[in-house]
Structure formats: structure tokens, C-alpha cells
């Protein structure tokens, strides 16, 4: 998949992939054993468990915008080393915590190093535009993989070695990662008498009235609500519902995102060399409505099973072509903005799925399955009717549909 790339393309986008996997690794391999590790610290209560866990996603969406906008203004790379060195210390932090008040310190810590929007952009800028939905794809696919290897991994690490060590892993993958940007990616070459559109608090009402960013963030938040729905939802009935073991849930999480991975990878070719971008976005957002309908429909143990597969082949059909799209519909000159607002819905859209999951679990699975076929079905009308104006307009390739 990288043959098509240049050697510089190459050295880019597997050192962001690298750090971009790293970051998604400290955040998925203490989902599945933070809570219980955190009621064994001192002046433990379940609130302050809740905000110890929930901090870091507060933290990550209110400074994804404003380290945009420094990217933009002031280069990506010092924003990127910045919040990498700021998340290996909140990290060292969450490793040698020993009250609950100094966990949450150090999760906010970690969560102050939000650098997504940087590190979209600069891959994006260090690669051309007829590959860059690939570059993308090995990113979605690095965390696909970090996703599906903390589910199975995680509880065996924390239970030999302990949850400190998980926290010292990360903070030394992440220094290894800095290293290597700061050191071996080179910084784009856009000059201030280069760009078109200079760095201004304006750019916040040009981004805010551009048609193509709010429904691409939409759908980004959209997405990851159903993540984290659909993971607050489904462990919990696989456990208690039908008494399926924690230790054996990996095996349906591991198939379900490799299966997914599969699917992914000649889909992003097939988008990106022939046009067809809106065949495969609408074909990710009917897989996730297909999960919803077919677990109404089975209900039971293998609903949900059916369930997570569906999204997982949604989810990694959009994943990558999501950013893909933004970055081709804005202007470099504000991309590091753009991702910004894209990040910060992505991680408010996660805030909102662990809410919605809440209230299914409160009053039954039937209130998140209809409300979710309800936003799919809008989502999909609203993405078809955008879609075909892009394509009417020149701004996509070819498409059948």
C-alpha cells in the first residue's frame, strides 16, 4: 500500500502513523482497567473516578482549536513536540499517582497535549493529494489495530505487571515517537509570503459558515458517538445480559475490527483512484444503520455481536475518508484550524456517546437503537444531497450514484 508513495511521503506517514498510534494507545489500553485501578487510589469516590477518566476527553476538545491555530500561525512541528512532551509527562504523572487528585492532574496533564489536528494536518501537507486518502487510511488503521490489541491485551498487562507500568509504556513509546519528528520530519515548507489566507481570528467565522466543514464535522461527531454508545452498551450487556465472561469479550472485538481493516483498505484505493468517495461514504453510514436494524431485529447475545461488526465496517470505512475529505475541501493555509474544529467534535461527539449510552442503559436498548436509526437515517440523506453537489460541482471525481 505504500509502493505509490514517495520515500519522503513514506518516512511522513509512518512517523505520524507511529504517533498517532502511540496516543491512541494510552487512551485505549486503560479503558479497559482504569476504573477498577482508580478505586484502589486514596480518597477514591466514584465521581471523582468519573471525572479522573472523562478529564482527558475535556481536556483534548477544548484545546484542539486553539492548537490548530497555532499550527497554522506558528508551524506544526512545536505544536506537535509541545503537546507530545506535555503528554508524556501527564503520563510519568498518572504512573506514580498514588491519591485520586493527583490522577486527575495527571490525566488533564495528558489530555493538555491535544495534538490530533496538528499531526492530521501535517501529514496532509507532507503528502499529494491523489495519495493522501491512503496516508490517512494507515492512520485509521494503526488505531484500528491499537484499538483491537489494548481490548485483548490490556487486563492480561495490567493484571501481571500492573496499571503503573501501562502508564511508563506509553510515556516511553511517546518519547521515542517526539524523537523521531522532531528529528527525522521535516517541517512543510509554507512561508508566510506563501499563503493565501494568513493567520486570523476571522478564519474561526470562515470555518463556521463553510457548508463542507459542518457536515464533515457532523459527521465525525456522529461517528464517534456511536463508538463510545455503542461500547458503553454492549460490554455491559455481554456481561450482565447474557453473563458472556469480560476476559473472552476480545473475541469478538479482535475479529469484528480486523474483519473491518480488511474491507478498509481496498475501499480507501477504490475511493481515492476512481471517484469514488461517495459510494464508499454512504456505504459506511448504511453498514452502521444495518447494525442498529439487525440488532432490533435478533436482539440477544448475537444482535450485539451483529452490532459491533456492522459498525466496525462502517466505522473504518469513514474513518479515514472522513479527514481525507476535509483536508481536499479546505484551504492549506487553515487546515491546522479545520482540524481543530474537526477534533473538537470528535472528542465532544465521544462526551455525547457516553451520555446517550448512559441513558440506554437507563431506560433499555430500544431508546439508543431508535434514536440512532433515527440520526442514521438523517445522516445519510443529508451526506447523499452534499455529496452529489460536490460531484455536480467538479470538486470530487466520477461517480455512479
Known amino acids: 500500500m505504500l509502493k505509490e508513495f514517495t520515500p519522503q511521503e513514506i518516512k511522513a506517514v509512518l512517523g505520524i502513523t507511529f504517533a498517532v498510534a502511540v496516543r491512541m494507545l494510552g487512551l485505549f489500553l486503560l479503558l479497559p482497567v482504569l476504573s477498577p485501578y482508580l478505586k484502589t487510589l486514596e480518597g477514591a469516590s466514584p465521581q471523582l473516578i ?161 457548508r463542507n466543514q459542518l457536515i464533515l464535522n457532523f459527521s465525525i461527531g456522529i461517528l464517534h458517538a456511536f463508538l463510545v454508545a455503542i461500547f458503553t452498551v454492549i460490554p455491559y450487556e455481554l456481561v450482565y445480559t447474557y453473563h458472556f465472561p469480560k476476559p473472552r469479550h476480545w473475541e469478538i472485538y479482535l475479529p469484528a475490527v480486523l474483519i473491518s481493516l480488511m474491507i478498509m483498505v481496498p475501499s480507501t484505493i477504490v475511493a481515492e483512484k476512481r471517484g469514488k468517495f461517495k459510494e464508499v461514504y454512504l456505504t459506511g453510514i448504511l453498514s452502521i444503520l444495518a447494525g442498529f436494524l439487525v440488532y432490533d431485529l435478533i436482539r440477544g447475545f448475537w444482535g450485539g455481536v451483529a452490532l459491533v461488526f456492522f459498525f466496525f465496517i462502517g466505522f473504518h470505512l469513514l474513518e479515514p475518508l472522513v479527514p481525507s475529505l476535509l483536508t481536499k475541501l479546505t484551504h492549506r493555509d487553515i487546515r491546522g484550524l479545520s482540524l481543530g474544529f474537526f477534533n473538537t467534535n470528535q472528542f465532544l461527539g465521544a462526551f455525547v456517546g457516553g451520555l446517550w449510552g448512559g441513558l440506554a442503559l437507563k431506560y433499555g436498548v430500544l431508546y439508543l437503537l431508535l434514536s440512532a436509526v433515527g440520526v442514521c437515517v438523517v445522516w445519510f440523506l443529508i451526506s447523499y444531497v452534499w455529496l452529489s453537489s460536490l460531484y455536480s460541482e467538479g470538486k470530487l471525481g466520477k461517480s455512479s450514484l
Open 50 to 210: 468519573g471525572l479522573a477518566i472523562g478529564i482527558y476527553g475535556f481536556a483534548q476538545a477544548f484545546l484542539q482549536i486553539p492548537f490548530g491555530y497555532i499550527s497554522d500561525k506558528r508551524g506544526r512541528k512545536p505544536v506537535i513536540v509541545f503537546g507530545m512532551i506535555t503528554y508524556i509527562i501527564g503520563s510519568l504523572m498518572g504512573g506514580l499517582a498514588t491519591n485520586i487528585w493527583s490522577m486527575v492532574l495527571a490525566r488533564f496533564i495528558q489530555g493538555f497535549g491535544a495534538v490530533s489536528s496538528a499531526m492530521i494536518a501535517l501529514a496532509a501537507d507532507l503528502t499529494r493529494e491523489e495519495v493522501r486518502t491512503r496516508a490517512f487510511a494507515h492512520i485509521g488503521a494503526s488505531i484500528g489495530i491499537v484499538f483491537a490489541l489494548s481490548i485483548t491485551f490490556a487486563p492480561l498487562l495490567a493484571g501481571y505487571i500492573g496499571v503503573p507500568f501501562l502508564f511508563f509504556l506509553t510515556a516511553f513509546l511517546s518519547l521515542v515517537a517526539t524523537l523521531y519528528l522532531a528529528f527525522f520530519i521535516p517541517e512543510p515548507k509554507i512561508h508566510a509570503k506563501d499563503r493565501e489566507i494568513r493567520p486570523s481570528l476571522k478564519n474561526f467565522t470562515l470555518l463556521l459558515t463553510d
